[in-house]
């Protein structure tokens, strides 16, 4: 089992930057993969960015590609979203996720592929 924790929120004016947190504890070592999702209001969850245990690899969805940057300190246990240019179409509510030990290649935007889910953190972007 795997507990994740976010925190960093907050209310910022376009442009801005916030840097979101996710704690992880428990078996932390079977995350192979870990990622951020988000949720507008009336919308669909969807994947905003990936980043993987071994080798590092990342991933982003387009949208915000060149804004935005994923890292995992593995030591402790942490998992951080850097946030700039902030927009208002960036308001949501963003979640932390990990998978287990391994999952299926190509499948990272994929909210099935992640087997744990933090409680999600709100980030709000006045225009």
């Known amino acids: 089992q795997v507990e994740l924790v976010e925190s960093g929120g907050g209310l910022v004016q376009a442009g801005g930057s916030l840097r979101l947190s996710c704690a992880a504890s428990?078996?932390?070592?079977?995350?192979?993969?870990m990622g951020w999702f988000r949720q507008a209001p009336g919308k669909e969850r969807e994947f905003v960015a990936a980043?993987?245990?071994?080798?590092?690899?990342?991933y982003y969805r387009n949208s915000v590609k060149d804004r935005f940057t994923i890292s995992r300190d593995n030591a402790q246990n942490m998992v951080y979203l850097q946030m700039n240019s902030l927009k208002p179409e960036d308001t949501a509510v963003y979640y932390c996720?990990?998978?287990?030990?391994?999952?299926?290649?190509?499948?990272?935007?994929?909210?099935?592929?992640?087997?744990?889910w933090g409680q999600g953190t709100q980030v709000t972007v006045s225009s």
């Open positions: 996720a990990s998978t287990g030990t391994t999952y299926r290649a190509g499948t990272y935007s994929l909210q099935r592929t992640y087997d744990y």
């Open positions: 428990g078996r932390t070592f079977s995350s192979h993969l």
């Open positions: 980043k993987a245990k071994n080798g590092g690899t990342t």
